[in-house]
């Protein structure tokens, strides 16, 4: 069983910055491949960045390239992701996500439907 728990999400202004963490705990085998989620309301949960635990393989959406940053410390068991130049439409709930090592192979596809476990979620809002 892996508990998830995310922190730093808030309001900000277009072109602002914020920084999310996301803090694992319980077996480290079910959480070496991790990711954040995001969802807006009336649309679908879209992956935004997805990371080995061991910091390699990063894959992100297309339209956050360049603008957010996911890292992972082993050491702290802690997920992260640096949003720069955000806009209104980075608005929804971010999630982080936790699966198995195989998940994280660049043959599977990025979707929600191949992470175990989840946090909460932690709500950002950009606004004009």
């Known amino acids: 069983q892996v508990l998830l728990v995310e922190s730093g999400g808030g309001s900000v202004q277009t072109g602002g910055s914020l920084s999310l963490s996301c803090v694992a705990s319980?077996?480290?085998?079910?959480?070496?491949?991790v990711a954040w989620f995001r969802q807006a309301p009336g649309k679908e949960r879209e992956g935004v960045a997805r990371?080995?635990?061991?910091?390699?393989?990063?894959v992100y959406l297309d339209s956050v390239k360049g603008r957010f940053t996911i890292s992972q410390d082993s050491a702290k068991n802690t997920m992260y992701l640096q949003m720069n130049g955000l806009k209104p439409e980075d608005t929804a709930m971010y999630y982080c996500?936790?699966?198995?090592?195989?998940?994280?192979?660049?043959?599977?596809?990025?979707?929600?439907?191949?992470?175990?476990?989840w946090g909460q979620g932690t709500q950002v809002t950009v606004s004009l």
């Open positions: 996500a936790a699966t198995r090592a195989t998940r994280c192979d660049e043959r599977v596809p990025f979707r929600a439907v191949y992470f175990t476990y």
């Open positions: 990371i080995r635990a061991s910091g390699s393989s990063a």
């Open positions: 319980g077996d480290p085998d079910s959480h070496n491949c």
